[in-house]
């Protein structure tokens, strides 16, 4: 089984920064790919960004430039560093293993309970 903890969300102010952590335990943390998701209120779990274990990393448009996702593999452990904020980036973030498909689909095996970011203008 595998658990994925988020933390590090909370409330910033545009133009601010936030790191965000996923901590992972159970059988893991060779998982190959791990991403990250948001949710705002009454629209659709959107792709942020997504990192493989050979290194590749890749964004969602509309957070590309601003936002850069990292694994730390001894410590279990995927990052998404928030800069650059913007009021549009409210959302609970959601880390995720495992694609199911399309690494861009909001698919996986294994999600998180999210963490909320608050972005005030």
């Known amino acids: 089984q595998v658990q994925l903890v988020e933390s590090g969300g909370g409330l910033v102010q545009a133009g601010g920064s936030l790191r965000l952590s996923c901590a992972a335990s159970?059988?893991?943390?060779?998982?190959?790919?791990m991403g990250w998701f948001r949710q705002a209120p009454g629209k659709e779990r959107e792709f942020v960004a997504a990192?493989?274990?050979?290194?590749?990393?890749v964004y969602g448009d509309s957070v590309k430039g601003r936002f850069t996702i990292s694994r730390d593999n001894t410590k279990n452990t995927v990052y998404l560093q928030l800069n650059s904020l913007k009021p549009e980036d409210t959302a609970i973030y959601y880390c995720?293993?495992?694609?199911?498909?399309?690494?861009?689909?909001?698919?996986?095996?294994?999600w998180g309970q999210g963490t909320q970011v608050t972005v005030s203008s």
């Open positions: 995720a293993a495992d694609p199911l498909g399309d690494y861009r689909s909001p698919a996986y095996d294994h």
């Open positions: 990192s493989w274990r050979g290194g590749s990393k």
């Open positions: 159970g059988r893991t943390f060779s998982r190959n790919a």
